[in-house]
């Protein structure tokens, strides 16, 4: 008869798999992809190197755990401010400033998450979600126009005009440690951006 | 006594050595970073793969190699457009057309300098070609608002708000096989740029 695992050594294993994804966050945030190695997430857990294996085949397949948790939260909270209440110009706005505050309180993160050289399979990552970006950004531009607040325009190519450009503003300052510039850089951003999808200066 | 390359072979190895440059070049452009193993470009170079060896130390060398090869030709056009004759807005406009029109002339290039998952190595030549593109066109932004041209602004965020939304948007369609929409496409690109940098409409 073939091994079964009981309902309490499942609920174990999901618990330490849990524990090593947040762990192998922190990690990332700290030093990056490239020092984020398999000895340094199982020491930050408190477990042996090759217990990581038990829960995740390759360094990769944790990498992408890690980018999918951290990533799939920014574009949840993206998602509810722009389709949350006000208008579309007012939701694109807000929307971008939250998304740039969150990076900028968690730079580390942000940056391994937009831009930092990673292996292949969290390059493959990035670019489903900035598919997801673009999904959300397109939506509200099209509501932005069918409310006569836009001018007409090809919505999907503001939508990606708008991930790409936010994620690339975002690249140096999330690299430099200062933050006395935060508010002003939000400013910048966000008339850019109205700016982009063609909103009268306000 | 050292043994010394005589000048004969000194040349004949810079030469193998451009040579496997443009066979990888053309071996990314064709099957992708992930594909373009040291065996394809030595087949389609014509020599062993172990020679490959001789000019290059790894792989991510070669890749390393043909990113900035490719990249700097193409950073070396914009800059010749970006420089070139016209108000700054006409070049701005113009530089950003050639671009994507040489992208989409060589799509699968393209798409390997642009955005595709590649080693670790050629993401951070990615980034650092990137700054290169901001400092461009930050340049032109400027000259655009002392000729008055385009209205008060931070010109680095513009620049790269421009720099991301111009590779963003690129990202499908140099991923699909069609053409037809070439024209279309340029001229929304263009639109949406010139709206970023607070260009009137023409």
New interface residues.
């Given amino acids: 008869m073939a091994y079964r695992k009981t309902p309490a050594e499942i609920r174990r294993l999901e618990a330490v798999r849990e524990h090593l994804i947040t762990c192998a966050t922190s990690v990332v945030a700290e030093v990056g992809?490239?020092q984020a190695s398999v000895t340094a997430v199982a020491d930050s857990a408190g477990i042996a190197a090759g217990s990581v294996y038990q829960h995740f085949p390759s360094k990769a397949a944790l990498a992408v755990e890690v980018f999918r948790r951290a990533a799939g939260r920014e574009v949840d909270v993206l998602g509810e401010v722009l389709n949350g209440p006000g208008s579309p110009v007012e939701r694109l706005s807000h929307g971008i400033e939250v998304f740039a505050r969150r990076a900028l309180e968690n730079r580390g993160l942000a940056y391994a998450l937009l831009?930092?050289?990673?292996?292949?399979?969290?390059?493959?990552e990035?670019?489903d979600f900035?598919r997801r970006y673009?999904a959300l950004f397109a939506e509200v531009v099209r509501e932005g126009m069918a409310a006569g607040l836009l001018?007409s325009?090809?919505g999907e190519?503001?939508a990606?005009?708008?991930?790409?450009?936010?994620?690339?503003?975002l690249?140096?300052p999330l690299g430099a440690p200062a933050e006395s510039t935060t508010d002003?850089?939000l400013a910048?951003?966000t008339?850019?951006?109205l700016?982009?999808?063609?909103a009268p200066?306000t």
Same sequence: chains 1, 2.
């Fill in positions: 992809w490239s831009a930092a050289p990673a292996e292949p399979a969290v390059g493959a990035r670019l900035r673009r001018p325009q090809n190519i503001t990606a005009a708008l991930t790409g450009a936010i994620g690339e503003v690249v140096d002003e850089l910048e951003l008339a850019m951006a700016r982009c999808a063609g200066a």
